[in-house]
């Protein structure tokens, strides 16, 4: 009896520490992503920190591969940690070479008060006709 009393009084506990994770992804269709903005930024901090002053360069190399270059500036008078992920995608706008474990690398940079820097990214097949690059912070910058 006294068992039975235990677990029926446990079950709401366990119940409610359950119910606050996992947590599902929302899909927004209005996100910047599924409008097809080139460059996105991942972070609200990175709005008023991050510019993008001259239009990305987007041309093919002798591969036929498409190479983006994108100058990124630092609008804040402290030093900010990035990092850049550039995900290309076919005709259909499907991103290539994306399988679970697979995904594109994330790469790290260093924008110093003030510093513009051009990050360039080339795609791995031919197929690649559109990209979009994510930018998100690595660290928190200090107060």
Same mark, same amino acid.
């Given at each position: 009896? $006294? $068992?039975?009393?235990?677990?029926?009084?446990?079950?709401?506990?366990?119940?409610?520490?359950?119910?606050?994770?996992?947590?599902?992804?929302?899909?927004?269709?209005?996100?910047?992503?599924?409008?097809?903005?080139?460059?996105?930024?991942?972070?609200?901090?990175?709005?008023?920190?991050?510019?993008?002053?001259?239009?990305?360069?987007?041309?093919?190399?002798? $591969?036929?591969?498409?190479?983006?270059?994108?100058?990124?500036?630092?609008?804040?008078? $402290?030093?900010?940690q990035i990092q850049v992920q550039t995900l290309f995608k076919d005709s259909k706008g499907m991103v290539l070479?994306?399988?679970?474990?697979?995904?594109?690398?994330?790469?790290?940079?260093?924008?110093?008060?003030?510093?513009?820097?051009?990050?360039?990214?080339?795609?791995?097949?031919?197929?690649?006709?559109?990209?979009?690059?994510?930018?998100?912070?690595?660290?928190?910058?200090?107060?």
């Amino acid at each position: 009896m $006294k $068992k039975s009393l235990l677990v029926l009084l446990a079950v709401p506990f366990l119940w409610l520490g359950c119910s606050s994770g996992p947590y599902l992804p929302e899909s927004d269709p209005q996100s910047h992503e599924a409008v097809g903005r080139r460059i996105v930024l991942l972070d609200e901090d990175l709005e008023d920190a991050i510019a993008v002053d001259r239009h990305p360069v987007v041309q093919r190399n002798g $591969k036929n591969l498409l190479v983006v270059q994108v100058a990124l500036r630092n609008q804040t008078s $402290k030093t900010l940690q990035i990092q850049v992920q550039t995900l290309f995608k076919d005709s259909k706008g499907m991103v290539l070479y994306s399988e679970v474990g697979n995904e594109a690398a994330w790469q790290s940079m260093v924008l110093s008060a003030n510093e513009t820097q051009s990050i360039t990214q080339t795609s791995l097949t031919p197929q690649a006709t559109q990209y979009t690059m994510r930018v998100r912070l690595m660290h928190r910058p200090q107060p």
